[in-house]
């Protein structure tokens, strides 16, 4: 997980109805956005290790207002998931969505 930290950053796109999209990134190794590793035990004995990434809110919606957006996570060095997958360098995953406010 300390390598992860060390090594990644993210960038998210959003757009609001359709607007310009606006893209904002972290720097390699900037950890101010992530919540403190915490450590659990499955049942079957592996150990997984979980942060989550908090993101600054980005727009302000009203009733019917719809928002795109992406995030994206990069590494600059080799992440080890476990002794069979290995990300990066380069991009490790984007995940899209539409949000629609109520």
């Given at each position: 997980m300390?390598?992860?930290l060390r090594s990644?950053?993210?960038?998210?796109?959003?757009?609001?109805?359709?607007?310009?999209?606006?893209?904002?990134s972290t720097?390699?190794?900037?950890?101010?956005?992530w919540?403190t590793?915490?450590q659990?035990t499955?049942?079957?004995?592996?150990v997984?290790?979980?942060?989550?990434?908090?993101?600054?809110?980005?727009?302000t919606?009203?009733s019917?207002?719809?928002?795109?957006?992406?995030l994206?996570?990069y590494?600059?060095?080799k992440v080890?998931d476990?002794?069979r997958?290995?990300y990066?360098?380069?991009?490790?995953?984007?995940?899209?969505?539409?949000i629609?406010?109520q």
């Amino acid at each position: 997980m300390a390598k992860f930290l060390r090594s990644q950053r993210v960038e998210w796109t959003f757009a609001v109805n359709g607007g310009t999209p606006t893209t904002t990134s972290t720097t390699f190794g900037d950890t101010t956005l992530w919540t403190t590793p915490v450590q659990n035990t499955l049942p079957d004995g592996r150990v997984l290790w979980q942060t989550r990434f908090t993101s600054p809110v980005v727009a302000t919606l009203v009733s019917g207002d719809t928002v795109t957006a992406s995030l994206s996570v990069y590494s600059n060095a080799k992440v080890y998931d476990d002794d069979r997958a290995v990300y990066g360098p380069g991009e490790i995953f984007t995940i899209p969505c539409t949000i629609t406010a109520q």
